[in-house]
Nanobody, 116 residues
């Protein structure tokens, strides 16, 4: 059974940091590109960051470049999102996504709230 379980969300003050984790199981993790998406209230889901299956390439939304870092551990079957210099506009539910040809899996999300 495929599972993607996000963790690490919470309430943080502007300028603070959080690290999100997504633990994967039920599929060959190292064969999948992994991404983090987010959805803010009243807005569409948007891509935040993506990393290729072996971690050789990453890309980021312009809004998070220089502040967020995506990484993965193919031994622990986990993808991470290190978020620094958080802003109120980063408030959203963050979702983990795994994709390979013909396959597309989603986690249930973790809420990040940036507020003083």
């Amino acid at each position: 059974q495929v599972q993607l379980v996000e963790s690490g969300g919470g309430l943080v003050q502007p300028g603070g940091s959080l690290r999100l984790s997504c633990a994967a199981s039920g599929f060959t993790f190292s064969s999948y590109a992994m991404s983090w998406y987010r959805q803010a209230p009243g807005k569409e889901r948007e891509l935040v960051a993506r990393i290729t299956n072996l971690g050789g390439s990453t890309n980021y939304a312009d809004s998070v470049k220089g502040r967020f870092t995506i990484s993965r551990d193919n031994v622990k079957n986990t993808v991470y999102l290190q978020m620094n210099s958080l802003k109120p506009e980063d408030t959203a539910v963050y979702y983990c996504n795994a994709v390979a040809p013909g396959k597309d899996y989603w986690g249930k999300g973790t809420l990040v709230t940036v507020s003083s």
